[in-house]
Nanobody
Framework: QVQLVESGGGLVQPGESLRLSCATSGIIFNMYAMAWYRQAPGKQRELVAHISSGGSTNYGDSVKGRFTISRDNAKNTVLLQMNSLKPEDTAVYYC?????????WGQGTQVTVSS
């Protein structure tokens, strides 16, 4: 059974930081590309950051220079370090694992940025 479990969300003020974590099980982690998506109320789900199985990264334009995705293959975990948070970063953040035709999602974690 594949599980992706996100943690680390919460309520922060603008300019603060959060680190999200996604712990996986049931997949051969180092063979999967991993990604973080987010969905704000009334908006489509959008890609935040992606890391390939080899460690190459890319980011959505709105988070470049502020967010960093990384992976720990020994712990089967992907992280998202979010700095300089803005109110427009408020959303449910989802972890995604994908390889060829296989894709898996976590249940999501809420991030709220508000003063």
């Amino acid at each position: 059974q594949v599980q992706l479990v996100e943690s680390g969300g919460g309520l922060v003020q603008p300019g603060e930081s959060l680190r999200l974590s996604c712990a996986t099980s049931g997949i051969i982690f180092n063979m999967y590309a991993m990604a973080w998506y987010r969905q704000a109320p009334g908006k489509q789900r959008e890609l935040v950051a992606h890391i390939s199985s080899g460690g190459s990264t890319n980011y959505g334009d709105s988070v470049k220079g502020r967010f960093t995705i990384s992976r720990d293959n020994a712990k089967n975990t992907v992280l998202l370090q979010m700095n300089s948070l803005k109110p427009e970063d408020t959303a449910v953040y989802y972890c995604n694992a994908n390889r060829l035709l296989d894709t898996y999602w976590g249940q999501g974690t809420q991030v709220t940025v508000s003063s």
